[in-house]
């Protein structure tokens, strides 16, 4: 079913990965494209569990927007180990204006197929989701 407000559908391989990173753990990340000419969202790229947070950040193109999920680990206060999949919606500052307004238009709609998501961070530039803004969200 296309978004009412871009006309983006979403692919159901989308909706299966995502599924499988969060109940299997079978991926470190996820990253999705809209494909302009098919106006849907699909899989670009699946993040091996051994893959890092740098190989995830490296995966973003530097000027196309992109949405993407993190699986991120990390160690409360009283030592145990937990994790949180994070929502990245990239939209750099050198992307295209038509494009970083698709992306936009399409964000939430997107967001509710991926059931399970808990936090949502917005980046326009690399600074804006490094390590200590991913800590900091956990905290």
């Not at 000027?63 to 180990?81: G, K, L």
Request: hydrophobic share 40%; with cysteine.
């Amino acid at each position: 079913m296309a978004n009412a407000a871009s006309g983006i559908a979403v692919h159901d391989d989308c909706k299966l990965n995502f599924l499988d990173l969060k109940a299997k753990r079978t991926y470190r990340f996820i990253v999705f494209k809209v494909e302009m000419d098919k106006k849907q969202v699909v899989v670009e790229k699946l993040g091996k569990p051994n893959e890092t947070y740098g190989d995830f950040t490296a995966s973003l193109p530097a000027d196309e927007c992109r949405y993407a999920v993190f699986d991120f680990d990390f160690v409360t206060e009283e030592n145990c180990q937990k994790s949180k999949i994070f929502f990245v919606a990239w939209s750099p500052d050198t992307a295209k204006v038509k494009s970083k307004m698709i992306y936009a238009s399409s964000k939430d709609r997107f967001k509710r197929e991926l059931d399970g998501i808990q936090v949502e961070l917005q980046a326009t530039d690399p600074s804006e989701m490094d390590l200590d803004v991913f800590n900091s969200r956990v905290r």
